[in-house]
T-cell receptor, first 114, second 111 residues
């Protein structure tokens, strides 16, 4: 039983296209995150949601729009994809936002923009 | 100054040796610190967390924290080839409710 799952695992697309990545957690956690890991392996937070409410919105282009239909799901939609969007995107979840609880990461989605 | 600094490595140690991974951070307000391990092509997984000054041991792993020096380290005793991975240091920022990850130290354990 996968705790944090993401789909798809790989995504190859052309510049200018719109794509979505889905994330689901079955841990009963309240908080979910999106991270981006670039080619230099630097892992940086993009967004976090606590019980469907947006908590963190880092300096991310507004082409990126997260959506949380319920606290077990956090999706990421990207409009007008650019070459620089190529990276691995990780979803993560933790019990709460306020305390520094352990974050559990999904397997990642490798996005390649051609 | 970067928020979290780690030597990128690679740190190469022979099997059975002690590997010492170091991390410095800039936010004096950070109270909680995490070490994640990331194998190539995989997602980060938690190895250790530490909240108080001093040492915390878990099996072959020891985390050390010195808040006055803004320094946290991870020692891996009896290193195994399976420990070869990138180790990410991540202080929790109480002020902004987020983890800040270092760029990681790549560890190679030679058989």
């Amino acid at each position: 039983d996968t705790a944090v799952s993401q789909t798809p695992k790989y995504l190859v697309t052309q510049m200018g296209n719109d794509k979505s990545i889905k994330c689901e957690q079955n841990l009963g956690h309240d908080t979910m995150y999106w991270y981006k890991q670039d080619s230099k392996k630097f892992l940086k937070i993009m967004f976090s949601y606590n019980n469907k409410e947006l908590i963190i919105n880092e300096t991310v282009p507004n082409r990126f729009s997260p959506k949380s239909p319920d606290k077990a799901h956090l999706n990421l939609h990207i409009n007008s994809l650019e070459l620089g969007d190529s990276a691995v995107y990780f979803c993560a979840s933790s019990q709460s936002q306020v305390k520094s609880d352990t974050q559990y990461f999904g397997p990642g989605t490798r996005l390649t923009v051609l | 100054q970067k928020e979290v600094e780690q030597n990128s490595g690679p740190l190469s140690v022979p099997e059975g040796a002690i590997a010492s991974l170091n991390c410095t951070y800039s936010d004096r307000g950070s109270q909680s610190f995490f070490w994640y391990r990331q194998y190539s092509g995989k997602s980060p997984e938690l190895i250790m967390s530490i909240y108080s000054n001093g040492d915390k041991e878990d099996g072959r792993f020891t985390a050390q924290l010195n808040k006055a020096s803004q320094y946290v380290s991870l020692l891996i005793r009896d290193s195994q080839p399976s420990d070869s991975a990138t180790y990410l240091c991540a202080p929790w920022m109480d002020s902004s409710y987020k983890l800040i990850f270092g760029s990681g130290t790549r560890l190679l354990v030679r058989p």
